[in-house]
T-cell receptor
Framework: SQTIHQWPATLVQPVGSPLSLECTVEGTSNPNLYWYRQAAGRGLQLLFYSVGIGQISSEVPQNLSASRPQDRQFILSSKKLLLSDSGFYLC?????????FGQGTRLTVV | GNSVTQMEGPVTLSEEAFLTINCTYTATGYPSLFWYVQYPGEGLQLLLKATKADDKGSNKGFEATYRKETTSFHLEKGSVQVSDSAVYFCALSIAGGGSNYKLTFGKGTLLTVNP
């Protein structure tokens, strides 16, 4: 069966520091991969999606970037974090119409 | 564009009460519809889905019927439990370019069930 791993679970970072969140999927090949952010208002915002290695589409211009160096690895990065980057970050993969989510990373920028 | 509107709540019920969370959508084309559940501090779990009109998705006592004529996908449960306390998200997906499907979410409804 397929599983998705996301880490770390929680992260506290100072303003201006770099960020790297990692997500890996097991048990499938060539999945569609997604990064979402959930702010305090509970809504989910799609940040990036990828349909293959090296193929990244950005939904919202911002201080973040994403990369897919391997088929089942998806990385969310920032060179310099802002206070507004705080939130709950969710990685997801999709075999077709629905998506399956990781456990999320709670990022607090201080 | 595509959008999902759901009652934001919060919704507070007593155990064994009947639950309805309303969800309506606008979409170009023929979307698939979903309900996701998020327990505190966790990611989202797929609760149920329906892929075409008049389909009924069901899981763990929850049900929702894809109503194309009213563009709705209301979530119902006949008798809620304390363990059902969570945030519930309605969502739709439409095929994007190629095989890529992008989910559009409602803002979520916080459900609290008291013993």
């Amino acid at each position: 069966s397929q599983t998705i791993h996301q880490w770390p679970a929680t992260l506290v970072q100072p303003v201006g520091s770099p960020l790297s969140l990692e997500c890996t999927v097991e048990g499938t090949s060539n999945p569609n991969l997604y990064w979402y952010r959930q702010a305090a208002g509970r809504g989910l915002q799609l940040l990036f999606y990828s349909v293959g290695i090296g193929q990244i589409s950005s939904e919202v211009p911002q201080n973040l970037s994403a990369s897919r160096p391997q088929d089942r690895q998806f990385i969310l990065s920032s060179k310099k974090l802002l206070l507004s980057d705080s939130g709950f970050y969710l990685c997801a993969w999709s075999p077709a119409t629905e998506a399956f989510f990781g456990q999320g990373t709670r990022l607090t920028v201080v | 564009g595509n959008s999902v509107t759901q009652m934001e709540g919060p919704v507070t019920l007593s155990e064994e009460a009947f639950l309805t969370i309303n969800c309506t959508y606008t979409a170009t084309g023929y979307p698939s519809l979903f309900w996701y559940v998020q327990y505190p501090g966790e990611g989202l779990q797929l609760l149920l889905k329906a892929t075409k009109a008049d389909d009924k998705g069901s899981n763990k006592g929850f049900e929702a019927t894809y109503r194309k004529e009213t563009t709705s996908f209301h979530l119902e449960k006949g008798s809620v439990q304390v363990s059902d306390s969570a945030v519930y998200f309605c969502a739709l997906s439409i095929a994007g370019g190629g095989s890529n499907y992008k989910l559009t979410f409602g803002k979520g409804t916080l459900l609290t069930v008291n013993p």
